[in-house]
């Protein structure tokens, strides 16, 4: 919705991790989230990983566009950005789930954070980090 963000209650964030996938039971709704972690071991730098982030909110109603950030920290730059399409969110009183996929670059070592904004509202955090191991068996 270019020029225009929808408007709704600001979402408190409850947990927000980061996995290889994230499958939804299609009769259930229910989230099955496959190899959660925090930290990307690699070989050589740049590197590129595809992921998923979850997100389980609550006191969302309405209609809500939500965007998440890859940032490096040390610099504090936007390195990486995945918005969703709308979503009608029926109750505050009701928990409610969801992923994006994202593939991220890390360009080296270090300290990485997703970011997760409803509406253009910051609504929290995430860490990340990426480590560089010298052999494939270390």
Avoid at 1 to 8: E, L, R, S, Y
Avoid at 9 to 20: E, G, H, T
Avoid at 84 to 93: C, G, K, Y
């Amino acid at each position: 919705m270019p020029g225009q963000t929808p408007k709704g209650p600001i979402p408190v964030l409850m947990a927000m991790l980061l996995c290889d996938m994230v499958i939804t039971d299609p009769d259930t709704g229910k989230k099955t989230l496959v190899g959660i972690f925090d930290r990307l071991s690699t070989l050589q730098f740049p590197t590129k990983r595809t992921m998923a982030v979850y997100a389980k909110l609550t006191d969302a109603q309405g209609k809500y566009i939500f965007c998440l950030q890859f940032i490096g920290i040390d610099r504090d730059q936007v390195l990486g950005e995945v918005q969703s399409e709308p979503i009608e969110i029926s109750s505050r009183l009701e928990p409610f789930q969801f992923a994006l996929p994202i593939t991220v670059g890390a360009e080296h070592p270090g300290l990485y954070e997703f970011r997760l904004y409803a509406n253009d509202t910051y609504i929290g955090r995430v860490p990340f980090w990426a480590a560089q191991i010298t052999s494939e068996g270390g």
